[in-house]
């Protein structure tokens, strides 16, 4: 399995500011992942980080508000830009292991933004 | 677009039995997992699923029933520590994950 490194845990932020999320894994990997768990809600994937190109954002994101990079196989970061309380989020990010059967996806501790 | 459902909460005692159910509606689909989740900390992988039918692994087991877009999770001689949030992910035709809100288990001693 994959360890994840993620940092900060937490973090209470003004409006209007920016947070910038560091994941750092154990080994090489392809794809890192970037998902958003609401309170009470399901995880959604924010973006994909690529290695050596621009992050592949779902529907509802978007490059200005949420900045990735990737610079190596084994580092991302993901920033949270001009915050409002409604980004107010734990913030995972995850990589997938292709060992095994499914591929199964492993993530960081999650960092829990609190907007103010 | 996707749609996974589960309920939102379950209570049952220590050493019981409790079954978690989970309906889906994706376009495609390339398997379906369960993962659990203690508050505060990181979803942890559970069981995988991508042919109709039965998966044991332990106290906990996984059902499949692709025809009528159907799983359960099956948490046996429950434990105090498998008070969780267990979720119900289930991968696409465009091979990306999608999460259902998670079901609340609180065991009761």
């Known amino acids: 399995s994959a360890v994840i490194s993620q940092k900060p845990s937490r973090d209470i932020c003004q409006r209007g500011t920016s947070l910038t999320i560091q994941c750092q894994v154990d080994s090489q990997v392809t794809m890192m992942f970037w998902y958003r768990q609401q309170p009470g809600q399901s995880l959604t994937l924010i973006a994909t980080?690529?290695?050596?190109?621009?992050?592949?954002?779902e529907s509802g994101f978007v490059i200005d508000k949420f900045p990735i990079s990737r610079p190596n196989l084994t580092f991302s970061t993901l920033t949270v830009s001009n915050m409002s309380p409604e980004d107010s989020s734990i913030y995972l990010c995850?990589?997938?292991?292709?060992?095994?059967?499914?591929?199964?996806?492993?993530f960081g501790s999650g960092t829990q933004l609190s907007v103010l | 677009g996707q749609n996974i459902d589960q309920p939102t909460e379950m209570t049952a005692t220590e050493g019981a039995i409790v079954q978690i159910n989970c309906t889906y509606q994706t376009s495609g689909f390339n398997g379906l997992f369960w993962y659990q989740q203690h508050a505060g900390e990181a979803p942890t992988f559970l069981s995988y699923n991508v042919l109709d039918g039965l998966e044991e692994k332990g106290r906990f087991s996984s059902f499949l029933s692709r025809s009528k877009g159907y799983s359960y999770l099956l948490l046996k001689e429950l434990q105090m520590k498998d008070s969780a949030s267990y979720l119900c992910?289930?991968?696409?035709?465009?091979?990306?994950?999608?999460f259902g809100a998670g079901t609340t288990v609180t065991v009761r001693a």
């Open positions: 980080a690529n290695q050596g190109s621009e992050a592949t954002y």
């Open positions: 995850s990589v997938r292991n292709r060992r095994g059967r499914g591929e199964k996806l492993f």
């Open positions: 992910a289930v991968r696409g035709g465009d091979y990306k994950l999608s």
